[in-house]
């Protein structure tokens, strides 16, 4: 949906929605553009280097106050209308190589929270009622 205008998007997701309806199939779209994702989707998955470290219903990653450090540092990279932030906040670094992906969390080169542990070991699924995060970060609070 990135190339097309906003008219025309609209009207190919009206289309995509319909079909879905009609023939009571799913549908799965892969995008970064969140708005679309409210909008059309009822579940998501956030993939960071090839793995799911977040999911679960719309509700949960667009109104959940946790989330993975790559999720939020997506929602961070998002303008804001309702800030004058003079420049966007980009995720630090650079995506792994995936022919080299590091060991423990595919994130922790990037992610602000790193610890030892995040470099070793890959986290678990922790989930908080059907949203599930992978990461040591909020493996206590379960």
Known sequence: TTALDVTIQAQ???MMDTLKKEYGTSMIMITH???????TCDKVAVV???????????????????HHPYTKGLFDS???MNENAARLKPIAGLM???????????FHTRCPYCT???RTE???DIDFDGHMIKCHLFEKEV
């Open 12 to 14: 190919v997701l009206r």
């Open 33 to 39: 553009d969140f708005g679309v994702v409210a909008k």
């Open 48 to 66: 960071y280097a090839g793995e799911i470290i977040e999911s679960g219903t719309v509700q949960d990653i667009f109104n959940d106050d946790k």
């Open 78 to 80: 998002l303008p804001n």
């Open 96 to 106: 792994p190589d995936p022919m080299d992906l590091p060991e423990g969390c595919k």
């Open 116 to 118: 030892d542990r995040c």
């Open 122 to 124: 890959l986290p678990n």
